[in-house]
């Protein structure tokens, strides 16, 4: 994946988001982290200026306000994290969430990549010292941090294509928004069970952990 301009430009097609993953099936359900973005009009406003702009490209599926997030980190599968674990990472990031400050993230102007459209999230250092909290509560419940912690481009996503197809119809809509960008304020992450049965991603929140707060006591 790649948030250059001048390659995204350069791709010859559009390629199918909606693939099963290993691990992934109809049914499966996955604890994640993410930044969602119920409470943000901000972003609900730009994505819909993106929904709008999209709206007659083939082989696109638009992605609602409701399912608008930034993927943090994953959990692991719920037949293989109990909800126990899950629950004591939730605490440890009570902890490991607290020493880091709120702050201003922003969003865009949105590229293409072969399986989405999205837009990038700055100032990414802050967005991965979230990431790099969320992993080391992780750490200190579990015996291994799923994912790597190299190769994070924070984003957030406003399309996945969901067919084989050129580029150029989608990075044609998007000349309009070029130079346009959404400002939100990031407080807090989530823990969230993830699944995909409907080409899209839908979730129930498991817990919220603020930034910034810092709690007393030990996880």
Not at 38 to 63: K, N
Not at 72 to 94: H, I, Y
Not at 96 to 120: N, Q, R, Y
Request: proline share 10%; aromatic share 8%; charged share 20%.
């Amino acid at each position: 994946m790649t948030d250059d301009n001048s390659k995204t430009a350069e791709l010859p097609e559009m390629t199918d988001h909606w693939w099963w993953r290993p691990g992934w099936q109809p049914g499966t359900r996955c604890y994640a982290w993410h930044l969602t973005f119920q409470s943000s009009p901000e972003v609900h406003r730009f994505a819909a200026e993106h929904r709008a702009a999209l709206a007659e490209v083939p082989g696109l599926d638009l992605i609602p306000d409701p399912w608008l997030h930034l993927t943090m980190q994953g959990l692991g599968f719920t037949t293989e994290v109990g909800e126990d674990d899950a629950r004591a990472v939730v605490r440890a990031a009570a902890h490991t969430l607290a020493t880091v400050p709120a702050f201003t993230m922003t969003l865009g102007p949105a590229i293409v990549v072969p399986e989405a459209l999205l837009l990038p999230a700055e100032p990414a250092d802050a967005v991965r010292q979230v990431r790099g909290a969320i992993r080391a509560a992780i750490a200190h419940v579990r015996p291994e941090v799923p994912e790597s912690a190299d190769g994070f481009h924070p984003h957030v996503s406003v399309a996945y294509s969901n067919a084989v197809g050129p580029a150029a119809p989608a990075l044609r809509a998007l000349e309009p928004l070029a130079d346009r960008r959404a400002v939100v304020r990031v407080a807090g992450a989530e823990l969230i069970v993830l699944h995909r049965d409907r080409r899209m991603y839908e979730w129930e929140t498991f817990a919220s952990v603020p930034l910034g707060s810092v709690p007393l006591g030990r996880p």
